[in-house]
């Protein structure tokens, strides 16, 4: 992790699972959890998260966590691999938390610590308080990180916390309220997210998913191990003549349906407001050999569906 990331793959690393709909604030500030946002806005928030924390590579990882990266990134990145396991990032994680450089980051270590709920991640977080409830100057996630080491105790049914809860532990040493019940609320806050997340798991697709494109007859979902040829060669060949003002212009896209009776192809945009492209695809020898697209966005899965259906025709 020594070496600064591409700045290309952190480009499109950010724009594809940090930027989009203003992700960051919603994880920085809370409203997920503070139900600021409507039960329904929540839980397809929440479905977009999963979705992307399967989505993401290790690559990607690197990049948004690595040492040229910005708080928004890396809260963001830690969220992802807290709930979908990614236990491979335990180790970045646990170093970034430990430095402490950057505020509102380690809101997300803890977070994600808390998800993978091992003796592994309840010792980094020992480790954490260990440094950081020894200087009573600096406030920074020691609330996070002993409310995800309670509820990794009550995961496990262990006590690492204990030693630093008893009366004359470090964390009544370093806080100023000693209540039993500032302790629970502490706990009770990373528990209730990790709850919210696995209630929008459990959630019906069909009617949460707002990216669940309804196909018309005539099209057809493009199988996992055919996105790469998609994205490798088609939409390669068709970005490589973007202008960079145009809607896709380095944007991530990812092949979701394709019709088998034309050459149209369906992407979606991890973006906001436009989430959608649809690609018409003609060969043309004139000026010289090659795929002339012709592009259509749409913002929301019932136009991305009405588009579909008016190209079948």
């Known amino acids: 992790m020594d070496d600064l990331p591409d700045p290309a793959a952190l480009g499109a690393a950010i724009r594809r699972y940090v930027s989009v709909d203003r ?12 139900r600021r946002l409507e039960p329904t806005e929540r ?33 963001v990145a830690a969220w992802m691999a807290g709930i979908g396991g990614r236990t491979q990032q335990r180790q970045r994680i646990g170093e ?25 991640d309840a010792q980094i977080l020992c480790d954490y308080l260990d440094k950081y409830l020894r200087q009573p100057d600096l406030y920074y996630d020691q609330h ?3 409310g995800a080491l309670l509820d990794i105790d009550t995961q496990l049914g262990c006590d690492y916390a204990e030693r630093f809860t ?10 100023r309220d000693k209540s039993p019940e500032y302790l629970e609320a502490q706990k009770n806050r990373v528990a209730e997210l990790r709850a919210l997340v696995e209630e929008a798991r ?42 960079p003002s145009h809607p896709l212009a380095e944007r991530p896209l990812i092949a979701v349906a394709h019709c088998s009776q034309r050459d149209h192809v369906l992407f979606e945009i991890a973006e906001t407001p436009i989430r959608w492209a649809l ?5 043309s020898g004139q000026p010289e050999p090659g ?17 579909l259906r008016e190209h079948i025709r």
């Open 23 to 34: 992700r960051h604030l919603e994880l920085l500030h809370g409203n997920v959890q503070r």
């Open 291 to 307: 795929i002339r697209p012709h592009w259509e966005f749409f913002a929301s899965t019932e136009t991305a569906a009405a588009g």
């Open 43 to 75: 839980t397809a928030f929440f479905r977009e998260l999963i979705a992307d924390s399967e989505r993401v590579d290790d690559q990607e990882f690197a990049a948004l966590l690595g040492d040229g990266s910005g708080w928004r990134e890396r809260l």
């Open 279 to 283: 690609v018409e695809l003609s060969w």
């Open 202 to 243: 459990q959630a019906d697709p069909a009617g949460t998913d707002q990216r669940a494109v309804s196909l018309p007859a005539g099209w057809v979902p493009v199988p996992g191990h055919e996105r790469a040829v998609f994205e490798t060669e088609l939409v390669t060949e068709v970005s490589v003549d973007l202008k």
């Open 144 to 146: 996070w990180a002993i």
């Open 96 to 120: 970034l938390l430990i430095e402490s450089r950057q505020t509102y980051a380690g809101q997300g270590y803890c977070f994600a610590l808390a998800c993978l709920g091992t003796p592994a």
């Open 166 to 175: 008893t009366p004359d532990g470090l964390w009544q040493q370093w806080t």
